[in-house]
């Protein structure tokens, strides 16, 4: 299950698809329908590392994928505010920049999100959605799937 919620999505509008790629939970997507999603869960066929349960040993190949999922299936939320960084905005710089209802956009070259106007390969995504006493500091834009 993603973590990076922030504001509850509507459990009754997500659907589980096929993608092309494997997917971890919490990141953002465009849906075969061409809509912005993000991944509640990651794909049937995602794997994880793990290397703080043996130390000094990193163990990998830890199937993670949604319960019931197979291959590239994963399920997508269509609405809610989720955590995601934002390019121009990583973890050593501060969202100040961003105002509430930002356009925020996908690149579909490589699946981040990016504040540049829509273009060849660029996608509306959503809008930067602020909590009250939101920390900014950490690099991370809270993101209204859909605007």
Known sequence: MA???VY???????????LSATHGAG????????KPAVTVTASGDHTR???TSFPPYTV????DGGVGLVGKEVTLAFDGTWEFPVAGFDTTTTVSGLTQGQAINFKTSNGKLTTDAIAAGIVAFGTVDF?????????????KIGG
């Not at 509850?8 to 096929?18: A, E, L």
């Not at 990998?60 to 199937?63: F, T, V």
């Not at 939101?134 to 809270?142: F, H, I, N, S, W």
């Open 3 to 5: 973590t990076n919620l």
């Open 131 to 143: 909590p009250p006493d939101y920390d900014k500091t950490r690099g991370m834009a809270p993101v």
């Open 60 to 63: 990998s190949g830890i199937p």
């Open 8 to 18: 509850r999505n509507t459990d009754s509008k997500n659907r589980v698809q096929v």
């Open 27 to 34: 990141e953002p997507v465009i849906s075969l329908d061409g």
């Open 49 to 51: 590392s793990d290397s």
